[in-house]
């Protein structure tokens, strides 16, 4: 292929009623990136096409965008991959998913940073600086913790797909949460609890719809989704009671009850009575298409063959302890390991794939 289709996101607040797209005809050069190609119709073509960049290295985050519809960075995103990826002559530029562009490639950071600011991104020391005038220091141990998600980089590359923030804009999206988790983890930082606070705020914990979008789209594999989840791990450590963890312990004491969810009284029993006013219009829709027993309003029933439920149920806390859940392991960390034993200290040892 000697040409390709650069399809470029356009957008000027001041002229625009409506944003466009406007495709540019350049030549395939063997090692251009997307943001090369930027460059190359700016001098060439079109002078006045604005997008942010900076380092060039993917070190600087400035040049986040959506590329044929994923989140990413302009500079790592070599043109004839992306061309034999997607099988295709034309590469498509957007600003990146669920923010406000405000002219062509550039969009709108700041609403990201209001959010930003509720977990405290910087590190709070629980102790003084060491007498000696030294720099705080960490156990390697500690440190592989939160080593990946220390390389966030902010790009919000992570932000663009997240469904959870679609559906709800006050959602800290898994950006904020993120580097939330990288200093709640930390073992020199004194404000844990104060940063679980403001993730547990709102349903924060909740709302993630675990599709995983957050990690796939991470150019620096930091591992959004899976910080959600360890900060969930770690505020129940705290002893901080979520949703979710009511849930689930309303789930096995109904199955073990009963033998299945009692679907009527979840809300109330999860939520209070406030939740379960908020959910009613659910509720009554679920009960007209049959989905809810009003009988279960009154404790309802147990299954047929309960005994055999009791039989599986006693049979798997038997099993409780034999059982490990282990967070699916992208870089070689697995927090679960890590935080219980120092038996591997350095897990570089051994390639950091266990």
């Known amino acids: 292929m000697e040409h390709f289709y650069l399809k470029v996101f356009r957008y000027d607040p001041t002229k625009d009623e409506q944003p466009y797209y406007k495709t540019y005809k350049l030549p395939v050069e063997k090692g251009m990136t997307v943001l090369a190609a930027l460059f190359k119709v700016k001098e060439t073509q ?14 600087c985050g400035s040049c986040s965008m959506k590329i044929n519809g994923h989140g990413t960075l302009a500079c790592k995103e070599q043109v004839t991959k992306l061309l034999e990826k997607y099988n295709t002559d034309t590469i498509v530029v957007e600003p990146i998913g669920n923010v406000k562009p405000l002219k062509d490639l550039i969009f709108d950071f700041d609403w990201l940073l209001e ?30 913790k939160i080593d990946f998600a220390s390389d966030c980089i902010l790009c919000a590359s992570c932000v ?23 200093f709640a983890a930390d073992s020199r930082d004194g404000a844990r609890r104060e940063r679980l606070e403001a993730v547990l705020d709102h349903f924060n914990l909740e709302w993630c719809v675990r599709c995983w979008q957050c990690t796939t789209n991470c150019p620096k594999e930091v591992q959004p989704y899976e910080s959600i989840i360890r900060l969930r791990i770690i505020a129940a450590e705290e002893g901080y009671k979520t949703p979710g963890e009511r849930h689930a ?15 009527m009284l979840l ?13 009613a219009p659910f509720g009554i829709k679920m009960f007209f298409k049959g989905k809810v027993n009003i009988a279960d309003f009154f404790g309802g029933h147990k299954v047929k ?3 055999e439920v009791e ?43 266990e």
Request: with cysteine; proline share 7%.
């Open 115 to 144: 959010k930003f600011k509720q977990v405290k991104p910087w590190f709070i020391p629980k102790e003084p600086p060491p007498a000696d005038g030294t720099e705080y220091r960490q156990d390697p141990y500690d440190h592989h």
């Open 305 to 307: 063959r309960h005994e």
């Open 311 to 353: 039989k599986i149920y006693e049979k798997a806390k038997e099993k409780e302890k034999e059982v490990k859940i282990r967070i699916p392991q992208i870089l070689g960390v697995v927090y679960e390991d890590k935080r219980k034993t120092r038996k591997r200290a350095n897990f570089l040892d051994k390639g950091g794939n």
């Open 249 to 263: 312990e309303i789930f096995e004491k109904d199955i073990k009850e009963r033998g299945l969810l009692n679907e």
């Open 267 to 279: 809300p109330i029993r999860q939520e209070g009575v406030l939740g379960a006013v908020k959910r």
């Open 46 to 59: 079109d002078p006045s096409i604005s997008f942010r960049y900076n380092c060039r290295a993917a070190i």
């Open 160 to 182: 663009s797909e997240c469904n959870a923030l679609k559906a709800n804009k006050d959602y800290l999206s898994p950006f904020v949460l993120a580097k939330a988790y990288r």
